[in-house]
Structure formats: C-alpha cells, structure tokens
C-alpha cells in the first residue's frame, strides 16, 4: 500500500487497519472559491451565492486501500476524520446473465446489499450505507449535538443501522407509511430515536419535520445533498464501477429522488479525469424515476433550471402509487449551482420513466439473471436500461454501468431473523412548531 494513501497524524482503527483522517479542501460550485472545512459546513461561508460545495482531495489519484478496509478502502476521496466499524464498498462486476438476455457486451453491474456470495454483506441492503459511514466518518463525535436525518426509508435505515453500531446519537424523521423500512437483522440500540410524520405523508413531510428539529441546539442537520461526506459516500458506486472496468463508462443508469446519487456520480467522474489514469469521457447519465411520480423528469422535459410547479396534496397521491417510495422527493437538488440540471447538462443522458409494472417485470428478470433479488428503485433503473437498449437509444455495445442501488433483502429475510423498530413520536403533517420543539425536548429529557 502506498504510502501517499494516508495524509493526517491521528490514528482510529478498522478492521485492524490504521486510517488517518483525509487531507481537502471544500470549494463554492457557484463561486469558485476555495476554503476550509471548519467542521460541518452545508453552505460556502466566503459567499452568498447560492449553490452547492464540493470537496477537492490533496491526492488527485485514487490510491485504493486493502479490500477489508470496506469502504474505507475509498479514504482518498472521502472527507473523513474518522473510521467506523461494519462497512462494505459496492462491488461491481460484468454482467453475463442480463448482458447475454438483452444482447450486451460491455454491461457492468455495480451492486450494493446483501449478496455474501459476491463477498458482499451490507445489512440494510442500500447503497445508503456507502453515505452513512461516509457522513458519520465526518462526524466529530464529542460536538455533543445529536445527528437529525429525514429520509422516505432506506436512508433512515442505513443510518439507524450505523450509527446504533458505532454508538452515535442520531434522530430520525420518516413518513409513517414507510416504517416497514425500519427492519434490521438485530435490534438498534437507544441512541436512535425515530420520528414519524402521519399518514398520508411523504418524504417531503418528514424533511419539514427535520427542518423544525434542527432550530433547536442540541440538533445538527445532516445536510442531504448539501453535505458532501453524503455525496462522496455515494460515489463510491462509480469509484468501484471504474477501477474494476479501467476506464470510465460510456452510460450510467440509476433510478433517482432526489437525484444525489447521480450528481455524486458525476463529481466522482470529474475526478477520475482529473486523475488521468482511466480516460478522458463524461459518462451519459441515464437517471430514472417511478411514473407516476416524475417531477425531475417534468422539468428536464421542458428545459427547465427550476422546478416546475405542481400540486402537493397530488403529489401525495402520486407518491402512494408508486412502487419505489424512495424515489419520492418533492424538492431535490435539482437547481441549485452543482445539481442535478448541472450534472446532466455538463455530463449528457436524460431523464427516463418506468412504471410499476415494467419495474417489476425488469426485477424480476434480473433476479433470474444474476441470481439476487434488487428493490424497487434498482428495478426502476433495470427497467429504463431495458428500454433504451430494446429500443436502440444505447448501442448494445456500449460500455455501460448499471448501478444497482439495493438488493439482497428477501435472501437476507431468509438467513436472519428481523426486528422491526418502532416511532418515538408521530406527529402531524401540518405542525405547530412550539409542539415539535416541546415534544423533542421531551423525548431527548431536555
């Protein structure tokens, strides 16, 4: 291992490895300008413009650490401080049943969930895990501030999973309709509290719930796309996809919500170009949502910079409709300087659709394929992959990465026994805000 791997003094241990935090900078996507990170920054604090910021590593070659580092493996490009317990990198494979199903030749599967065959063993069967440890890695323990997340579900359970591992106080917002996310292959210590917005909510619901949270002291927002230990953590997909392959794909197929995911994607391939090593190509970001749910898809159809508007009580319809509850946020980093409309306008794809049937049906196939079972989102993703290759958009022989963003839950549902963690508190979709802080307070017994 190169020396160059490691860049700081101190020293935590994983998996009998020694790891020093990483040595960057943060920069204003909008602006340009460079600063520290002086702990927790969301936001450029050297200007006002309004965009996101982005990390920019001291190494600009990739160094890759020993497989039973996990995902750590990554450090380089991870804004780290630190190392924690129980983590796995995405793997990332070629693709022999699906590929010779569809006619392809250069498809290549990144995979994140459970799946040990493959020598992969993540629990919440999410690549939310890949943004867990990354976020909880930057974390600094002793701030004394208790970490808020709101997520539509896989995210939730990612970070309960990690953070109930590795002691970390952590609040959780999540619609109350999807608490059967909440299952874990053993139960999840006190340090986590859920919070639940009733019925009928949504994603959307649950982040307002987390906004009223972090008003008070003893909260620290997580940041969502705006935090970059989140998006980094993500790119590990692409990071894996393209140190397997050698060289940077032609195409990249996701299903998004909020569209992080691609936009974590598209940062880690500028890097690569920067690195030199494994070509000069922007990858097409081929990025799907659950019809009938679309909104990013709406705006990009029209050539929009800004989100369309729409009803919000018909969004919640929509939203129950679709098969993949994760890929319903109502107000993505879609805009903003460094987000999605960037990403897609700088790197080339599109904005695809699959609905409920063709998501399954594309499952389906590939759990007789490849032999594992994917979640819905993943399916949402198969399914415009399946589409844009049968209907001659992609040339079957383009090099091409399939990101399979979970998978492996009904094995694991098989080999474990599962625990269901219950809300701390439900509390309305309309608020009032002295209640919310009254109730937290008196969850945390403040």
Not at 292 to 321: C, G, T
Not at 437 to 446: A, G, N, V
Request: net charge neutral; aromatic share 10%.
């Amino acid at each position: 291992m190169r020396n160059s791997f490691f860049t700081f003094a101190s020293i935590s241990r994983i998996n009998n490895m020694k790891i020093k935090p990483t040595s960057y900078k943060l920069q204003s996507i909008a602006s340009g300008k460079v600063f520290e990170d002086s702990g927790w920054l969301l936001d450029s604090p050297v200007d006002d413009k309004h965009g996101l910021i982005r990390a920019v590593y001291e190494n600009k070659q990739l160094n890759i650490g020993p497989s039973n580092m996990g995902l750590y493996k990554f450090s380089d490009w991870l804004p780290i401080k630190k190392a924690l317990k129980g983590s796995y990198a995405p793997i990332t494979f070629k693709s022999k049943g699906l590929a010779k199903e569809l006619g392809m030749s250069n498809l290549y599967i990144t995979f994140s969930g459970y799946w040990p065959e493959k020598g992969i063993e993540m629990t919440t069967c999410s690549f939310k895990e890949t943004e867990a440890f990354s976020v909880c890695g930057r974390k600094d323990n002793h701030d004394g501030k208790v970490l808020v997340v709101a997520s539509a579900g896989n995210t939730a359970r990612a970070f309960a999973r990690v953070c109930s591992d590795n002691n970390i106080p952590l609040l959780l917002f999540i619609p109350e309709d999807n608490l059967n996310a909440l299952w874990f292959d053993k139960p999840i210590n006190d340090t986590v509290k859920v919070v639940a917005s009733e019925k009928g909510g949504d994603y959307f619901d649950a982040i307002h719930l987390s906004n009223l949270a972090v008003e008070l002291d003893m909260f620290v927002p997580e940041g969502g796309a705006k935090n970059v230990a989140r998006r980094d953590g993500m790119g590990t997909t692409v990071l894996s996809a393209v140190t397997e392959i050698g060289e940077i794909p032609e195409y990249y197929f996701q299903a998004i919500g909020s569209g992080t995911g691609a936009i974590a994607a598209w940062e880690a391939n500028l890097r690569f170009l920067e690195d030199g090593r494994f070509g000069n190509r922007k990858m097409k970001l081929m990025v799907s949502q659950n019809f009938p749910f679309h909104p990013i898809y709406d705006a990009w159809k029209a050539n929009s910079r800004q989100m369309l508007l729409f009803d919000h009580n018909m969004a919640r319809r929509q939203v129950e409709e679709i098969d993949a509850k994760v890929l319903s946020n109502r107000k993505p980093p879609y805009p903003p300087a460094g987000g999605l409309y960037d990403a897609l306008m700088d790197a080339g794809g599109d904005v695809l659709l699959a609905n409920n049937k063709e998501s399954a049906e594309a499952a389906s196939l590939f759990e007789k394929c490849e032999g594992i079972d994917i979640h819905p989102a993943a399916g949402v993703a198969t399914a415009t992959l399946i589409k844009t290759v049968t209907e001659g958009v992609i040339d079957r022989n383009a090099l091409t990465m399939l990101n399979i963003t979970g998978g492996g839950e009904k094995r694991i549902m098989t080999d474990k026994e599962v625990f269901y963690l219950k809300p701390d508190l439900v509390l309305p979709l309309d608020p009032d805000e002295k209640m919310v802080h009254k109730e937290l307070q008196t969850l945390f017994k403040i």
